[in-house]
Structure formats: structure tokens, C-alpha cells
């Protein structure tokens, strides 16, 4: 297949033209054309454009939508035709885009909304996706995120420990350079000759941004950028990790303002901040000549980044390979080693002639550690373009049967209360206190708590959810059941009959009940959804949790259609847990592919 690839930024756009086989190894992808029109200005911009060597030359483009609009005539004069898809990279696909995405109004629509996650880099790229489907309105448009490979990194990876209510607002870790992390980590496995499932790996990115990802048996697992590409590593012009604490000091002892101190952090703060220039050559070059203030920095940059290495060793339990890329990482020896320097004691140790005397040239991937070193030390040329053009032609060739995708709710335990049960527990004419509203409309946590006792055990303050129903029900999990020691069956809701009896204790009484039931995973649909999706009410479905950590398929999922229900799957916290799913995991709706004998006969 042949694949066109953007990277659209606001003064550059750089464009690569592929021959894609998806299932061959990468480093046998052809890259048949090269184009970079750089910094715009009112008097055009650079170009260079061409196959192995691109002639560089001037151009009379003054804005991205005038670069890519030169583009068909560029590639026509160079002999390129026969596209058939076209790739784009994109920054930030926030916690939804996991994979290669087609890109049609919705779905621009919902990657528009996440521009306040990446209000730098988006904007320009969504310009590079209309100026493209405006120019060529008959080849299908495909996004690859920067961030679409750090979604497997567990909560414990992306959670910042603030405030939940910044949280709620989408304050987290995501990472970037995934699409040269994955790159990188596959070209590895592929010239190491070893399943990327059995490596523990990190990659260290140190181009003019710079990250480093642990890459847990093909999984990313961490990354060292976060919310933004400004933490982790000592960049070009970004600091890495930075004190938040500085933000109050800056603003109450400086004066600055947060937008003062933002564009330094981008722009004025790493090599350039410390050293005066931005550029690694230089830094290395000064240092050389004896610059105290670029050795410093030099220290500081591979202290930094050898930090990063045994961080990441340790959070996935050892080491096999560790991978550079990026300008720096390909071409410094010298930087390569300080980093590597007193890692001998995770294994890991360079050979000095082969660190010094390494020639990369195309898509090799040469090794550097010392014989007999048990962490495998390699070097390649990035090549995100490529890796963008192969996942446009993998998903292009085998697009992913539509799965609608539904958010997943955790329900922990709770009972639900007749007004009998109401009164015998708080006294007589007792109205529950409404508390907090539930997603589904009309329901609601109340203020009061009830215990749950058992032969076995107590549960304590456990929330009951109102407005009260006909019958008394007690959702428990199965971990729970056997905190209790009463063996509860698993059930929809509502079909109580023959279920165990349990004792509610409340300020004024207690009750022996029956009702106690492990709540049968359910998707509450409305109408519009339903249809939407092509579902109907007591449709059975499996549903894929492909994002978490644990991606975890459930068969037997029961749909239940209400009018003005609040869309959302519910499971309980075993299933959760077992899931590894964290808030805002959505799962995939498939249609259940056999009937399995449990429909109609719940597993109890
Ligand atoms: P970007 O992140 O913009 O793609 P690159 O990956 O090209 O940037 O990396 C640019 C960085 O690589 C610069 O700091 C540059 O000085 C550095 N670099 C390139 N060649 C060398 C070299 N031979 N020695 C040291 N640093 C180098």
C-alpha cells in the first residue's frame, strides 16, 4: 500500500511518501519521497524535497494550507502517484484514540475538543487534516496520536495526586513521542530477534523534546512526559521535572504571570536556559573547549536520563533492552555513555568501540553493550512517519469491525430499601435523606448507611441508593459474600426470588431480609443509544475493556433499554479489579457470538 504521511506543525510541515506491506518486518518499509517545507514566513520558507539525499532549495509558501496545497504538483513532478490512504500524526488524542482512527467530521469534532490539552500542537494539525481532505477529498484520512501508545500505562502511571475535582477535569499523565517509542521498541525486538512480549524495555528519546517509556513486554507502561511534553527528561528548551511548588515562588517573588512562565518553560528553559544554546552539537562542543556552565549541563542531562533508567527498571522488575533514538541519542557517543555510565549494577555496560564506532545509516539497529553485559543496548533512527504509514495500512486493510464503545461504571456495594425495611431500620415514618445525585436520573445515594451482618461477618456503612423500591435488595460482590459467609447468587436486578436471607442493622432496629444478590453486569441504554448502536432491551453482548492494564473481555452482558437512562455499562469491583479499569475506561460492544448456556440461567 501506498501511504502519504503529515506532520503538520504551525511553521513547518514535513511529509513522507511509503510502500507499506503491514505485516513485514518494518526495516523492509520503503520510503519513496521525503518533503519539509519549513519556517513559514511573508517571504515563503525552506523546502527540501526529494528521495535519499532531498535537494533543499527556497519556496514561495507562506502558510501551511499554501505548503500542502503544493503538494500534488510536488509529488506529480516526482513521479509519486497511486496514494492510496493518507496518514496524519497528531499530537493528542487524549485518553479516547488508542489506535489508528479514521478521520471524519465526528471524529475531527471530538479531536477539536481536546485542544486544550494540546493547544500548541492540535490546532495545527486539524489545519494540516482539512487543508489534506480539501486536496485530495478522495482518499480516506487516518489520525495516528503521539499518545495513543501510552494508554496502556496503568492509573498508577497517569494519576497525579491532586485534587479530585482537577482530576475530574482531565489533569493526568498521558506521555508523547509514543509513535517513536513504539517504533523504536518494535525495530528492537525485530533486530534482537526476540518476541516484544518477552523484553522489558526502555526507550529513550533524546532528540530536540525528549522522553524516556518503559515498555513492559510490548505494553508502555510508563512515560516521562506527562500531561504535557514538559516533564520528565532535560530537553532543548524544556526543563523536564520541575518543583510545582516553583509556580507560586515565580509569580510571588518574580511577579510573573502563568502565561510568562508557561513560555519560558517551553521555550526558554533546558540546554538554552542553562547553557545559552539549545542545541546539543553546541552544548558538547562548548564543553569541550572547557564551559563550565555546558559541562554542568551535560551532567545534568545525563544525570537525568540515567535517573529515568533505573526508575523505569525497577517498575518493571529488571531490564533486557534499552533503546536510544532521537538527534541526540543516534549521534552522541559520548552522551550515550554518560548516561549508561554506573548502570553496571543493573547489567548494563557499553562497549566503548562499538559506542564510539557506530555508523547508523537506514533502518539499522546496531548493539553497544559490552559482551557478556545481561542488558542489550541498542541504536536506531527513529522513524515515526513509517510507523505512522504502517499503522494507517494495517488498519486500512483490516479496519476494526464498528464495536460501539460504552463507558464503564464501578458499582461498590449497595442495597436499595422498601420503605418497610426503611422504618424498621430508622424508626417508624422515616423518609430516606436524598444525598448525592446518581448518574441515572431520579436516583441517588441517601445520607444514612446500613450494615450488612452475616454468619460469617459485618460489613459496615454501606450506602443505600433511593428512592426506595417495592422489594429490598443488597448488592454485594463475591469478595464480599465471603466476608459475609453467605453464598449470593448472581442476579439482575429485580429477580430476588429464592435469594438468600441477610441482616440489615440500622440506629433503630435491624431486619433479616432476603435480597442478597451479586449484581449481573448490565449496559443501561437509552432508547436513542440503543438504536444508535443497534441494540434492543434484554440483548445479551459481550463487551472488550481493550484500554486497561488487564484488557479483560465480559461475555453475557444483559442490556436493559430505559427511557432517560444515563448510557453506561455497570460492574461490580471484583469485576473491576480483575479488569484493572480505572475511571473513564469505555469497552467495546460486540454482539454475543454464541449464546452461551448461561442465558436464562445465571452462574450461581
Ligand atoms: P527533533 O526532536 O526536533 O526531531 P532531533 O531528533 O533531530 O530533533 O534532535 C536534535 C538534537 O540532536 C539537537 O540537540 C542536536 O544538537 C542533536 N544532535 C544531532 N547530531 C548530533 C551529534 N552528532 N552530536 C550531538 N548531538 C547531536
Known amino acids: 500500500m501506498r501511504i502519504l504521511v ?24 520503503r520510503q519513496i519521497f521525503k518533503g519539509a517545507f519549513d519556517r513559514f514566513g511573508a517571504d515563503g520558507c525552506d523546502a527540501s524535497l526529494g528521495t535519499d539525499t532531498p535537494a533543499r532549495s527556497r519556496a514561495p ?60 500542537h492540535n490546532p495545527a494539525n486539524l489545519e494540516g487534516v482539512a487543508q489534506a481532505r480539501a486536496a485530495w477529498p478522495e482518499l480516506p484520512q487516518w489520525g495516528v496520536f503521539d499518545t495513543a501508545f501510552h ?24 506521555g508523547f513521542h509514543g509513535t517513536s517509542h513504539k517504533y523504536v521498541a518494535r525495530r528492537a525486538a525485530e533486530a534482537l530477534g526476540t518476541d516484544p512480549r518477552d523484553l522489558r524495555l526502555i526507550s529513550l528519546h533524546l532528540g530536540n523534546g525528549a522522553s524516556a517509556c518503559a515498555i513492559n513486554r510490548g505494553q508502555s507502561i510508563d512515560s516521562s512526559m506527562g500531561m504535557t511534553p514538559l516533564e520528565g527528561l532535560v530537553m532543548g528548551t524544556r526543563p523536564g521535572d520541575i518543583d510545582p511548588g516553583a509556580f507560586g515562588f515565580l509569580q510571588r517573588e518574580l511577579g510573573l504571570d502563568i502565561d510568562t512562565i508557561e513560555a519560558a518553560l517551553n521555550s ?8 545559552g544554546s539549545s542545541d546539543m552539537r553546541d552544548v558538547e562542543g562548548r564543553a569541550a573547549e572547557g564551559d563550565a556552565r555546558a559541562q554542568a549541563a551535560i551532567n545534568l542531562y545525563a544525570y537525568r536520563a540515567r535517573k529515568y533508567i533505573g526508575a523505569y527498571a525497577a517498575a518493571m522488575g529488571g531490564l533486557d533492552a534499552l533503546v536510544f533514538t532521537g538527534g541526540i541519542g543516534e549521534n552522541s557517543a559520548s552522551m550515550r555513555r554518560r548516561i549508561c555510565d554506573g548502570l553496571e549494577f543493573i547489567g548494563l555496560k557499553l562497549d566503548h ?5 557506530l555508523a547508523l545509516s537506514g533502518r539499522a539497529c546496531p548493539q553497544i553493550q559490552a559482551y557478556g553485559a545481561r542488558v542489550q543496548v541498542l541504536v536506531t533512527e527513529t522513524a515515526e512517519q513509517l510507523m505512522i504509514a504502517h499503522e494507517v495500512a494495517a488498519a486500512h486493510l483490516a479496519p476494526p469491525a464498528h464495536a460501539p464503545s460504552i463507558p464503564v461504571a464501578v458499582s461498590a456495594r449497595h442495597v436499595h430499601l422498601s420503605q418497610d425495611a426503611v422504618e424498621a431500620l430508622f424508626g417508624p415514618g422515616y423518609q430516606l ?19 450488612l451482618e452475616g454468619p460469617k461477618g459485618r460489613i459496615e456503612r454501606v450506602a443505600i441508593l433511593g428512592p426506595t423500591r417495592p422489594r429490598t435488595q443488597i448488592e454485594v460482590s463475591r469478595t464480599d459474600s465471603f466476608a459475609l459467609g453467605v453464598d449470593a447468587p448472581v442476579r439482575q436486578s429485580g429477580e430476588l426470588d429464592g435469594t438468600p436471607q441477610i441482616r440489615l442493622i440500622g440506629p433503630a432496629g435491624h431486619l433479616d431480609t432476603d435480597g442478597l444478590i451479586v449484581a449481573a453486569r ?83
Open 353 to 357: 568501540d562499538r559506542n564510539m564506532g
Open 151 to 174: 494508554l496502556t500505562n496503568p492509573a498508577r502511571a497517569t494519576t497525579y495526586a491532586v485534587p479530585e475535582a482537577w482530576r475530574d477535569a482531565g489533569l493526568r499523565r498521558y
Open 522 to 604: 448490565h449496559i443501561h441504554l437509552n432508547p436513542a443509544d440503543a438504536a444508535a448502536m443497534g441494540l434492543e432491551d434484554r440483548q445479551f453482548v459481550d463487551v472488550h475493556l481493550t484500554h486497561s492494564a488487564r484488557a479483560l473481555s465480559f461475555a453475557h452482558v444483559l442490556v436493559r433499554v430505559q427511557p432517560n437512562a444515563f448510557t453506561e455499562m455497570h460492574i461490580d469491583t471484583d469485576e473491576a479489579n480483575a479488569a484493572g479499569i480505572t475511571a473513564g475506561t469505555e469497552g467495546e460492544i460486540a454482539p454475543e457470538l454464541e449464546v452461551t448456556e448461561l442465558k436464562g440461567k445465571p452462574a450461581e
Open 6 to 29: 503529515f506532520n503538520a506543525g504551525s511553521s513547518s510541515l514535513k511529509f513522507g511518501v511509503f510502500d507499506v506491506a503491514p505485516a513485514a518486518p518494518l526495516e523492509h518499509t
Open 268 to 275: 526558554d528553559s533546558g540546554l538554552k536556559a542553562l547553557t
Open 433 to 451: 435523606t436524598p444525598d448525592k445525585p446518581l448518574r441515572q436520573p431520579g436516583n441517588w445515594a441517601a445520607a444514612e448507611r446500613v450494615t
Open 61 to 120: 509558501h507562506t502558510s501551511l494550507a499554501d505548503a500542502i496545497a503544493a503538494v500534488p504538483p510536488v509529488l506529480a513532478e516526482h513521479g509519486v502517484e497511486g496514494l492510496d490512504a493518507i496518514g496524519h500524526r497528531i499530537a493528542h488524542g487524549g485518553a479516547e484514540f488508542d489506535r489508528a482512527t479514521r478521520l471524519d467530521d465526528a471524529i475531527l469534532e471530538r479531536i477539536s475538543a481536546l485542544t486544550p490539552l494540546a493547544p500548541l
